[in-house]
Structure formats: structure tokens, C-alpha cells
């Protein structure tokens, strides 16, 4: 196999589009940018570090214990669900789980739209952000970020 073309020191295991040659991972991922690199197989549009599992959320007995925050909690998944259902039970959990991300993007880290160019997660995320404005429009940010948290925190435990 040939060198990467562009530091000439390892190995060139990809095909790289930009630079019509062999090129290491390294190399790959250090130099891509969306306009040239989007629609390569190893493209992944870039998003800021973010450590979902430190989100605040509630306790597994006070989601036990209150009815009220069951419900809302059930407005979500309901929600999530019925998206799934739209896609013959199909989807993953790591599509249930990105969703619920971009959702706490938007309510917890107050991002402005969605971050994602992947028609199905959005289609999801506005599945979601309609049953949460319809459904939930009284219920406090603080309150919707840790149910929010609770569901991502479930959802994250159930893939692995």
C-alpha cells in the first residue's frame, strides 16, 4: 500500500477525494472540511464536545415517585415512538439517542436549530420539539432538561 500523500509517513488506507490519492487516517481526519469532504464515507460533521451524562436529571426515586413527572417523561418517549413507528420499528437506539441530544443541545446548552444534516434525525427532533411545545408548553426549562436527562441517561444505559 502507498504512503499517505500528504504527510508521507504512514500509511494511506482511504481514498481521499480531496487529494484524488491515498491517505492516512490520521491525515484524514485532521485535514477535512465540509464543503470539499461531505458525502466521503468517512465524513462526520464536526460538533462540539459536549458530556451529556454530567446534565443535570432527576433521581430514579423522584421519577418513580411523582406521577406528574412520569407523564411528562411519557409525552417524550411517546413521541420518540411514535417516530419509530413511522419507520416500521425500524431505527436505532443510537438514532433514539442522538435525537434526544440535539434535544438537550436545544434546551440545555441552548443551541438555535438543529446541528444535524440528517433528514431523519431531524425529522425526529421535530417530532419531539412538537409534542414537548404542545404538550408540555407550562412545564419549567429546568424541569424539561432533567427529564430530558433522565431519558438520555436510560437510553444511553439500554444501548450499551
Known sequence: MAKCSICNARKGKRKCK??????????????????VCHGCGYYR???????????????????ESDFQLQSYANTIEGALCTWDHSHDMSLSDASMLRVVEMLLDKYFYHDSGTSSTDALLREGYGMVTQAISEDM???PQDTLVKIL????????????
Do not use: L, N
Open 45 to 63: 460533521e464536526s460538533r462540539p464536545t459536549r458530556h451529556y451524562a454530567d446534565i443535570p436529571r432527576f433521581s430514579t426515586h423522584e421519577m
Open 18 to 35: 480531496r487529494e484524488m490519492a491515498w491517505v492516512c487516517t490520521e491525515c484524514c481526519g485532521s485535514t477535512r472540511r465540509e464543503e
Open 137 to 139: 408548553a407550562d412545564v
Open 149 to 160: 436527562g433522565v431519558i438520555h441517561f436510560v437510553a444511553r444505559r439500554r444501548t450499551r
